[in-house]
């Protein structure tokens, strides 16, 4: 007997220590005051429900025991007890009113988007996300950058499989940040466990959420609402740094989309432009198309040894461009810039044995993408 | 009315003695109840928007 509560102690004290504090087991404390505050609410409300288990589970089971019939024990008969009925109805009205207190205080707290210092707009695409940092003049898009080949199992996994970008979304720590979040086609969720946010992203529609962040680090997340056949290859991450960091960064950054806005009117390479193709295919285009441009028929076809792709040099801009509606290939005109547009054609016409050996140049496409 | 308004108030918290119950259940009509309760259940739900709305102004 001794033994059996022994066990059953050491054992539930252990569990509820690992579940409280080990990793992995319990939801994050986050690194934002709104996290913090939500995960205490979570941990009492958490502790509420364990005593009152205790306790109910406790007077059954004791009351099993004590009073059991072997022992002579004789039920009791009666119909009513106002006092106790009373007393356990107001209890748990109390303990609800309790807990509803604090919640709609943080609640509050978390809607209010106002008075932020930087606006970022997320948007969901299938299957990347688009930051848009609003008055800055800096956007880009953040794809997944784990290889394929670990996902076809080809190379082993990487420490971040499926948890890392190409660029991740930057911002600065002691700042409010707000974000505008919405979709360019299905319902996706922006989702980071120690920011707390998780707010779905809506196509025509526009919500708000924020985070002040306390420490600097990089945070991980993913898309939490099912979006399609590349739902899982859409993570999240993002990189919080001390604001002058963050000031220099987006100094940075500017000067860059300036090069890349310069970089339309030069004349490029073939190299050049093969070499940018690669990184675009790889990132936007391998996910449908596969790496080696085989394709996977009948759902997506082939791009190497494609007749009419080789053939007509117009229709492969303008498919690309603008997509065909009413299929899985998406329009383009929205999520690269004429560079990135050129040199992903210009890959595409020569890669695998494609080999027409024309190129198109970023200003062409500037001036269709203006027409 | 009070007694009308006693046994509202019991339904809307889920308790009553039996020996009420009983009394009420031999009433002649049961519209004076269902007045009440349409009545109270009204003053219920604006006092609680009230509520809120005064927190959260
Ligand atoms: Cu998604």
């Known amino acids: 007997m001794r033994s059996l509560w022994r066990w059953i102690v050491s054992s539930s004290v252990f569990l509820s220590i690992t579940s409280v504090h080990a990793n992995g087991w319990n939801m994050p404390r986050g690194v ?45 008969n009666f119909h009513e007890h106002t006092t106790v009925e009373i007393f356990w109805t107001t209890i748990p009205l109390l303990i609800l009113v309790g807990m509803a207190v604090p919640a709609t205080a943080t609640l509050t707290k978390m809607y209010d988007a106002s008075e932020a210092d930087l606006d970022v707009m997320i948007i969901g ?27 076809s199992g080809e190379e082993g996994f990487g420490e971040h499989y499926l948890r890392e970008v190409d660029e991740p979304l930057v911002l600065p720590i002691n700042r409010k940040v707000r974000f ?30 924020w985070v002040n962040i306390n420490e600097p680090g990089i945070y991980r997340g993913q898309c939490a609402e099912l979006c399609g056949i590349d739902h899982a290859f859409m993570p999240i991450v993002v990189h919080a740094m001390e604001e ?46 596969q790496s080696e441009g085989q394709g996977a028929p009948p759902a997506f ?9 080789i053939e007509d040099r117009e229709w492969h801009i303008q498919t690309v461009i603008n997509g065909v509606s009413g299929t899985a290939m998406p329009a383009f005109r929205n999520t690269l810039n004429p ?28 001036r269709r993408l203006a027409q | 009315m009070w007694g009308l308004i006693k046994s509202v108030l019991a339904a809307f918290l889920g308790v009553q003695k039996e020996e009420q ?23 219920f739900v604006v006092g609680l928007a009230g509520l809120a709305i005064w927190v959260a102004r």
């Open chain 1, 125 to 151: 695409q299938q299957w990347r996300w688009r930051y848009e940092y609003l008055g800055e003049e800096v956007a880009f898009t953040s794809n997944m950058s784990t290889p394929r080949a670990q996902i």
């Open chain 1, 301 to 309: 076809p082939a791009l190497a040894g494609n007749a009419r792709l």
């Open chain 1, 180 to 209: 505008l979040m919405t979709s360019d086609d299905v319902i996706h969720s922006w989702w980071v466990p120690e920011l707390a946010v998780k707010q779905d992203t809506i196509p025509g529609f526009i919500n708000e959420n």
């Open chain 1, 339 to 366: 560079v990135e547009l050129a040199s992903v054609v210009t890959y595409t016409r020569n890669a695998w044995g494609n080999d027409t050996g024309d190129s198109v140049q970023p200003a062409d496409i500037a």
């Open chain 2, 21 to 43: 119950r009983r009394k009420d259940f031999s009433a002649s009509s049961p519209w004076g109840f269902i007045i009440t309760a349409v009545i109270l259940a009204i003053i």
């Open chain 1, 244 to 289: 002058a960091e963050f000031d220099a960064w987006m100094v940075e950054r500017k000067e860059a989309m300036k090069q890349e806005a310069l970089g339309v009117d030069r004349e490029w390479e073939m190299q050049e432009l093969m070499a940018r193709g690669e990184t675009v295919f790889e990132s936007i285009c391998a996910a449908c198309h």
């Open chain 1, 32 to 76: 934002t005051d709104v996290s913090g505050e939500i995960y205490g609410l979570h941990m009492t409300i958490f502790w509420i429900c364990v005593v009152i288990g205790a306790v109910v589970f406790g007077a059954m089971f004791y009351s099993l025991f004590r009073y059991r019939h072997s022992k002579g024990a004789k039920s009791a």
